[in-house]
């Protein structure tokens, strides 16, 4: 189970990112900024945490219900990046090329050549540090980057690379395991603040050129949600029974701990509101403990609201484990992938200039969703699907213990 609408939280944020740069009515942002309902439009880009949680989650899920009792050496994590990599890189080697070579046939705006002749410039020179993983390292911006969306693939597989040799360790010493997992979480969280106290980040991180290079790329500073997925997982395998049993002693505790988890992605979101008409509003130190802090604590209030779902409460269970969402999370990656470019295809293929509003921001989110959809559909099929089969045939004879499949944006969760 999870959150099943990050996908188009993403795509909103994005959305309006595009709309911003198009947009005729400039002498109204202020106003627009200065709404209160902008925070939850800049709330959007806490999805990318949730997938990190869930990475970090079902990673540990699956590799201790595989590895528990057997050996895990060097050619089971050869065997498990090597899925990894199947599944993630015959799509993302489609979509560069459809970025860097196709799409410049399917549009002629006004604005279309600009935006073309800025990707070929950014896929001609960057192209290969999509391909092994390593964009959010050689980007100050997601607009110098072949596929600047693609930095959380970059980070997520740095992070998947670093957490299995630390899930080795949990393996073998537990207590050892989980106390390293608890010191890379407390550093990161320690580092991420004395950083944007000494660069001057605001909570918004809007007021600084280095704010995405500095902290918002880097797998050492976007860990903590992963490494928090990854206690939660063990936590729960561990404690599974004493959790059931706690919840199922009353309806009430089901109900207060999905409200308290409520309660805390709304404050984290909400939090930033007073800084919309006050950029100053918050002190250094203030918005450091927020960059710091707020990710972490928001995937934490998501933990604790899905929770209750986890062991037994119905209705919740019933909504997040709907067969349509189970049959849409097949798509997300694929949807992750394609929902830029289709934006860039909508947006700077029109003829106009957009006149900015959350109504129109929000109704044009939504048809790049159901585009992206559809989009990713076809690349499910023609892509992912055949690589997929490849490799069960290829690993016909290897040990299923040996492939895990931890996905970056949970399709299968």
Known sequence: MCIRDRIYAVILGHELNSSIALSMNVEDFPD????????YFYGAEFAVDVFFYLSGFFFVFIFFKKFRNKAFGIKE?????????????????????????????I????????????????????AWTDIVFLNN???????????????YLGCDMQLFLMMTLVSIVVLKHNFLGKTL??????????YSYFLALNLGF??????????????????????????????????????KGKITKFFARSRILQIISSFLGLYTMHYVVAFIKPMLRDPNYYSPEQSALYISLSRTAFVAGMTAFLLPGFVGAKLLKNVLGNKFFETTAKLNFST????????????????SSFFLSFREVFYRSLTTTVFSFGIALVLHILVELPFSNLEQILFRDTKKSCLLYTSPSPRDS
């Open 32 to 39: 627009i900024a200065a709404d209160p309902n902008t925070a």
């Open 77 to 105: 994590f050869f065997l498990t990046f090597l899925h990894r990599l199947i599944r993630i890189l015959p799509a993302y080697l489609v979509l560069i090329l459809i970025t860097w070579k196709l799409l410049q046939f």
């Open 107 to 126: 549009g002629n705006g006004p604005f279309w050549s600009v935006i073309i002749d800025m990707l070929q410039q950014n896929c001609q020179n960057k």
């Open 137 to 151: 390292f050689f980007t100050k911006d997601t607009s110098e980057d072949c596929i600047g969306w693609g930095w």
């Open 181 to 190: 997992l608890w010191i890379l979480l407390i550093t990161s969280l320690i």
């Open 202 to 239: 605001s909570a918004l991180g809007t007021n600084s050129p280095y704010f995405s290079q500095a902290y918002y790329f880097p797998p050492w500073t976007r860990g903590p949600p992963y490494i928090l997925g990854m206690l939660v997982a063990l936590w729960y395998i561990e404690e």
């Open 336 to 351: 992750y992938l394609i929902h830029a470019v289709i934006i860039v295809w909508k947006d700077f293929n029109s003829r």
